[in-house]
């Protein structure tokens, strides 16, 4: 009786008005989070180094600094405060990659989303019960997400096709999950709830 009283509202995010127009000249994969254990930046960097000698993928990674482990292909662009700044970084990005081994929903997913970047992430904690693999994101095991997502990357290079479908699923479940009327009217029909 207590588990149906839970109730489970999803981040609110800026969502621009049309999908972004991502750049042509590379494909730019993206990891967003703290260097820490559980976030696993160390398999994002083994990511990277599998495409070291392909001029047209590259990778960046926020709220990581460079060390002398940071493949050359990685730009690390550091802690990104401004909220400007991090959504022109996820409008010129086309995927995002997380490799974490634990987590709840982290919202860069749902912000990484309204700009039209598709997420491969491991499906770990509430990620698999927000989002569907093949529809809007791409899911990974969390004991092989190097090689999946190696191989899902190899596919987007491939065919255009598939990451532009993805591309715009992920767009529109934002706009439909994460925008800011969604979000205050769930929260409103919440506290009306408990009145």
């Excluded at 999803?10 to 994969?29: C, G, M, R, W, Y």
């Excluded at 960046?60 to 802690?79: D, I, K, Q, R, Y």
Aim: aromatic share 10%.
């Amino acid at each position: 009786e207590l588990m149906q009283r839970i109730s489970i509202i999803n981040h609110q995010v800026t969502i621009p008005t049309e999908l972004p127009i991502k750049p042509t000249d590379a494909f730019h994969v993206l990891f967003v989070g703290r260097d820490a254990k559980e976030k696993r930046v160390s398999l994002f960097f083994e990511i990277a180094e599998h495409f070291s000698h392909n001029p047209r993928i590259t990778f960046h990674a926020v709220g990581v600094e460079p060390s002398v482990n940071t493949p050359a292909n990685v730009n690390c662009l550091g802690v990104i405060t401004h909220k400007e700044s991090i959504e022109h970084v996820y409008e010129n990005s086309h995927v995002l990659v997380l490799t974490s081994e634990s987590e709840g929903f982290p919202k860069v997913i749902s912000e990484a989303m309204a700009f039209g970047c598709v997420p491969v992430v491991t499906a770990v904690g509430a990620i698999p019960e927000v989002l569907n693999h093949g529809e809007q994101a791409i899911l990974t095991d969390p004991l092989y997400c190097v090689n999946e997502t190696v191989n899902f990357l190899s596919t987007f290079l491939v065919d255009r096709t598939e990451y532009e479908t993805l591309s715009k699923k992920a767009y529109l479940y934002a706009k439909e999950e994460f925008d800011t009327n969604r979000f205050n009217n769930e929260w409103r029909t919440l506290i009306q709830t408990l009145s």
